[in-house]
């Protein structure tokens, strides 16, 4: 009989996976709300967006810097005026919370999901703990985008999808599929729809099935798709008229699938980028036995029960991730943070595979993987102080050491559960990344608002700008100054005109790159930099006429 410490902590844990997901989630997060400022360059654009919808009244239309945004919906951020309207967080604090909030829900949706696919408690449990220990997720939990949200609403609708081909009335099942991939494309856009339906169809052709996609409940869930994104398509049409559509549908959809103008990738972008974002779960590759993969009496084996619906989970859950990252794969962009819904399968496969199920499945190897894990957290614990280094001005790194103790602990604890088993290892991992996220959250990354926020510009231009100075942009990111500035900013790429400015106005406050700056060839006389800051990869200047 099991009667360590660790056991009971678990026996514990796993009898409410729920409530420990959502207080492990609510320690890692509740403590950093508010503690730094946006960052560049999404943080800061997607708070004046925000700011724009609330003051100017554009919920339907986004805008950003006083014109219209197309590049995203607006689930989102209707998301965080609701989150706002119920918690007593106010700006910036409500980005954070937004992003912690969309970290539960997507944990939740994954553990729902795997108890879908047919898993106990003990794996659901699990299921949640390897998300919450996996680094990349971690950081993503702490900065403020819309894509957690968006993946779970793709989970969901992967739910409801397994839910209908299991069920004998599977109408209601398929039409809230269809609402959740409309919402979800409503939070970011088109893969929202794509990753489900890709996953129903190609788990319904292994499965010889596929006829049944014609039936009567898809037609309906198509109608209820297609009302949702009509509704807003409408809407948009009646605010901004057609131009807006075209940017959507053309620009922003079309050519970033076939021909991407921003982020474009070779095609293997993704089996770099996904090993690295799965650490420290990734070294678990090398702690399962890989040599069955090359038996043919293994692949007879899943051949021979390709029909059986005691393989419907497992088979489900492969299906969504191999399809998935073959899709991410075609796409002419890639960004690592489109990965996100391929967490759902992986950890449920992870946790599956840490307990095994008998001689057909041993699993994961605890010996191998705690010692890999170990090796991850020491390997990070030493790389960390040599952070500085590559910071190319002097921005001191505060709380390093902090982090860098917690870690190296952590890195000798998981060693020592080597022999202890998956309980004991997946909790020692949940400590450690729990009390690591303390310092590192509430003073290593403050202390990097410096190099990573362009707040201490954006609140010197809105210094000037309330003494009447005229705010004015050379070739920036657009809107990265804006929120922080408290005003839209006349952005241009053209010297001409930022020239014709600066001779027509008194006052000019201008920011521009400064390698663009040495570029200019007829500057002005007069113009003085009274400002520098090196924001992300890049100096800025700012300019003042008089």
Same mark, same amino acid.
């Given at each position: 009989?099991?009667?360590?410490?660790?056991?009971?902590?678990?026996?514990?844990?796993?009898?409410? =996976?729920?409530?420990?997901?959502?207080?492990?989630?609510?320690?890692?997060?509740?403590?950093?709300?508010?503690? %730094?400022?946006?960052?560049?360059?999404?943080?800061?654009?997607?708070?004046?967006?925000?700011?724009?919808?609330?003051?100017?009244?554009?919920?339907?239309?986004?805008?950003?810097?006083?014109?219209?945004?197309?590049?995203?919906?607006?689930?989102?951020?209707?998301?965080?005026?609701? &989150?706002?309207?119920?918690?007593?967080?106010?700006?910036?604090?409500?980005?954070?919370?937004?992003?912690? +909030?969309?970290?539960? /829900?997507?944990?939740?949706?994954?553990?729902?999901?795997?108890?879908?696919?047919? #898993?106990?408690?003990?794996?659901?449990?699990?299921?949640?703990?390897?998300?919450?220990?996996?680094?990349?997720?971690?950081?993503?939990?702490? @900065?403020? *985008?819309?894509?957690?949200?968006?993946?779970?609403?793709?989970?969901?609708?992967?739910? #409801?999808?397994?839910?209908?081909?299991?069920?004998?009335?599977?109408? *209601?099942?398929?039409?809230?599929?269809?609402?959740?991939?409309?919402?979800?494309?409503?939070?970011?856009?088109?893969?929202?729809?794509?990753?489900?339906?890709?996953?129903?169809?190609?788990?319904?052709?292994?499965?010889?099935?596929?006829?049944?996609?014609?039936?009567?409940?898809? &037609?309906?869930?198509?109608?209820?798709?297609?009302?949702?994104?009509?509704?807003?398509?409408?809407?948009?049409?009646?605010?901004?008229?057609?131009?807006?559509?075209?940017? /959507?549908?053309?620009?922003?959809?079309?050519? *970033?699938?076939?021909?991407?103008?921003?982020?474009?990738?070779?095609?293997?972008?993704?089996?770099?980028?996904?090993?690295?974002?799965?650490?420290?779960?990734?070294?678990?590759?090398?702690?399962?036995?890989?040599?069955?993969?090359?038996?043919?009496?293994?692949?007879?084996?899943?051949?021979?029960?390709?029909?059986? %619906?005691?393989?419907?989970?497992?088979?489900? +859950?492969?299906?969504?991730?191999?399809?998935?990252?073959?899709?991410?794969?075609?796409?002419?962009?890639?960004?690592?943070?489109?990965?996100?819904?391929?967490?759902?399968?992986?950890?449920?496969?992870?946790?599956?595979?840490?307990?095994?199920?008998?001689?057909?499945?041993?699993?994961?190897?605890?010996?191998?993987?705690?010692?890999?894990?170990?090796?991850?957290?020491?390997?990070?614990? !030493?790389?960390?102080?040599?952070?500085?280094?590559?910071?190319?001005?002097?921005?001191? $790194?505060?709380?390093?050491?902090?982090?860098?103790? $917690?870690?190296?602990?952590?890195?000798?604890?998981?060693?020592?559960?080597?022999?202890?088993?998956?309980?004991?290892?997946? &909790?020692?991992?949940?400590?450690?990344?729990?009390?690591?996220?303390? =310092?590192?959250?509430?003073?290593?990354?403050?202390?990097?608002?410096?190099?990573?926020?362009?707040?201490?510009?954006?609140?010197?231009?809105?210094? @000037?700008?309330?003494?009447?100075?005229?705010?004015?942009?050379?070739?920036?990111?657009?809107?990265?100054?804006?929120? @922080?500035?408290?005003?839209?900013?006349?952005?241009?790429?053209?010297?001409?005109?930022?020239?014709?400015?600066?001779?027509?106005?008194?006052?000019?406050?201008? !920011?521009?790159?400064?390698?663009? @700056?040495?570029?200019?060839?007829?500057?002005?006389?007069?113009?003085?930099?009274?400002?520098?800051?090196?924001?992300?990869?890049?100096?800025?200047?700012? $300019?003042?006429?008089?």
């Amino acid at each position: 009989m099991r009667n360590d410490f660790a056991s009971r902590v678990w026996d514990t844990m796993e009898r409410h =996976p729920w409530i420990t997901l959502l207080l492990i989630m609510a320690i890692q997060s509740m403590f950093a709300l508010d503690y %730094r400022s946006l960052w560049f360059s999404d943080e800061v654009r997607y708070a004046n967006v925000y700011q724009q919808m609330k003051d100017a009244g554009h919920w339907i239309v986004l805008y950003l810097n006083g014109v219209p945004y197309p590049d995203k919906p607006p689930v989102y951020f209707w998301f965080l005026s609701l &989150l706002e309207a119920i918690t007593p967080v106010k700006e910036p604090g409500i980005f954070f919370l937004g992003s912690a +909030a969309s970290a539960v /829900i997507f944990i939740f949706s994954t553990m729902a999901f795997a108890r879908t696919l047919g #898993c106990g408690k003990k794996i659901t449990l699990a299921t949640g703990l390897v998300l919450c220990t996996n680094l990349f997720l971690l950081g993503i939990a702490h @900065y403020s *985008r819309m894509d957690l949200l968006f993946a779970s609403f793709i989970i969901l609708a992967n739910i #409801c999808f397994f839910k209908a081909f299991e069920a004998d009335k599977a109408c *209601r099942w398929v039409v809230c599929a269809f609402a959740l991939m409309g919402f979800a494309t409503l939070t970011k856009g088109p893969l929202g729809l794509i990753f489900p339906l890709l996953t129903a169809a190609v788990f319904m052709l292994w499965k010889g099935r596929l006829k049944e996609l014609k039936n009567k409940a898809f &037609l309906k869930g198509l109608a209820v798709l297609a009302a949702i994104l009509v509704a807003w398509i409408v809407g948009a049409l009646i605010t901004d008229g057609t131009a807006f559509i075209h940017n /959507i549908f053309y620009k922003q959809i079309y050519q *970033r699938a076939v021909s991407s103008f921003h982020h474009e990738e070779p095609f293997q972008y993704y089996f770099i980028a996904l090993p690295l974002a799965w650490l420290p779960w990734t070294t678990a590759i090398f702690a399962v036995p890989l040599r069955r993969l090359f038996r043919a009496e293994h692949w007879g084996e899943v051949l021979a029960n390709r029909k059986s %619906r005691l393989t419907n989970g497992r088979d489900w +859950a492969w299906i969504m991730f191999i399809s998935g990252f073959i899709l991410l794969s075609s796409l002419s962009i890639k960004v690592l943070i489109y990965i996100l819904p391929l967490f759902a399968p992986l950890s449920i496969l992870t946790a599956r595979g840490l307990f095994g199920d008998g001689n057909h499945n041993p699993g994961i190897n605890s010996k191998k993987i705690w010692t890999f894990v170990g090796g991850v957290y020491l390997l990070v614990a !030493v790389a960390a102080p040599f952070a500085e280094v590559l910071i190319p001005f002097d921005v001191p $790194i505060k709380g390093l050491g902090f982090t860098v103790l $917690i870690l190296g602990l952590g890195g000798l604890a998981m060693l020592r559960c080597r022999t202890k088993g998956a309980r004991a290892g997946l &909790l020692t991992m949940a400590l450690t990344m729990t009390i690591w996220i303390q =310092p590192l959250a509430t003073i290593t990354l403050p202390s990097l608002d410096p190099l990573m926020s362009p707040r201490e510009t954006g609140e010197i231009m809105k210094g @000037y700008n309330q003494k009447g100075y005229y705010p004015l942009a050379h070739k920036i990111y657009s809107g990265i100054f804006s929120y @922080y500035a408290g005003t839209d900013i006349h952005e241009t790429s053209d010297y001409k005109e930022i020239e014709n400015i600066l001779k027509n106005k008194d006052k000019v406050v201008l !920011v521009m790159q400064k390698k663009y @700056y040495k570029k200019w060839e007829n500057k002005p006389e007069g113009i003085r930099v009274i400002h520098e800051q090196f924001i992300s990869d890049r100096p800025y200047l700012l $300019i003042l006429n008089q």
